[in-house]
Antibody, heavy 120, light 104 residues
Framework: EIQLVESGGGLVKPGGSLRLSCSASGFSFSDFGMNWVRQAPGKGLEWVSSISNNSEYIYSGDSVEGRFSVSRDNAESSLFLQMNSLRVEDTAVYFC?????????????WGQGVLVTVSS | DLEMTQSPSSLSASVGDRVTITCQASHGIDDYLNWYQQKPGKPPKLLIHDASNLERGVPARFSGSGSGTHFTLTINSLQPEDIATYYCQQYHSLITFGGGTKVE
């Protein structure tokens, strides 16, 4: 069974930092690109960052560019999101998401999400 | 930046109704569009990939169409378990989601 389990969320003050982790199991992690997608309370989905299977290609959305950094450890089947200079508007549930590139380029497996709250 | 505009933002329908949700891209994206369903408190679920290809296990009452800038998701004969929010997502230029359509 494919599982993605996020951890590391919590309450942080504006300007602070937080590191999210995602532990993957049930598939060959090193074969897949991975992503972070977030959802502010009561709002829609927003793509955050992507990282290719071998970390060669990394992309981020405009709202987090220069503040957030995605990385991965294929030996540990883990995905990370380092979040710096956090703002109130970064408050959201953050989902770890697998990217499938065969049979379409789509987000086929999602974690349950982890809540990050930025507040003073 | 490529923007995705969904309409309506919400709709009310009855069991058995045919429901149509549209997604408009600000620039042509060929068929690089996916649809997701999200129920409260749950992560999204992939329904349709590449505009019109039904994901395995998704009921056949769901269908997608379109290419270029205009896309539709249709639910034929709405069922109670279809009450959810639906999102389109393009991957022609990085990744962008539409704003969502809540089906009540």
């Amino acid at each position: 069974e494919i599982q993605l389990v996020e951890s590391g969320g919590g309450l942080v003050k504006p300007g602070g930092s937080l590191r999210l982790s995602c532990s993957a199991s049930g598939f060959s992690f090193s074969d897949f690109g991975m992503n972070w997608v977030r959802q502010a309370p009561g709002k829609g989905l927003e793509w955050v960052s992507s990282i290719s299977n071998n970390s060669e290609y990394i992309y981020s959305g405009d709202s987090v560019e220069g503040r957030f950094s995605v990385s991965r450890d294929n030996a540990e089947s883990s995905l990370f999101l380092q979040m710096n200079s956090l703002r109130v508007e970064d408050t959201a549930v953050y989902f770890c998401v697998r990217l499938r590139v065969s049979q379409g380029y789509a987000f086929d497996y999602w974690g349950q999400g982890v809540l990050v709250t930025v507040s003073s | 930046d490529l923007e995705m505009t969904q309409s309506p933002s919400s709709l009310s329908a009855s069991v058995g109704d045919r429901v149509t949700i549209t997604c408009q891209a600000s620039h042509g994206i060929d068929d690089y569009l996916n649809w997701y369903q999200q129920k409260p408190g749950k992560p999204p679920k992939l329904l349709i990939h590449d505009a019109s290809n039904l994901e395995r296990g998704v009921p056949a009452r769901f269908s997608g169409s379109g290419s270029g800038t205009h896309f539709t998701l249709t639910i034929n004969s709405l069922q109670p378990e279809d009450i959810a929010t639906y999102y389109c997502q393009q991957y022609h230029s990085l990744i962008t989601f539409g704003g969502g359509t809540k089906v009540e």
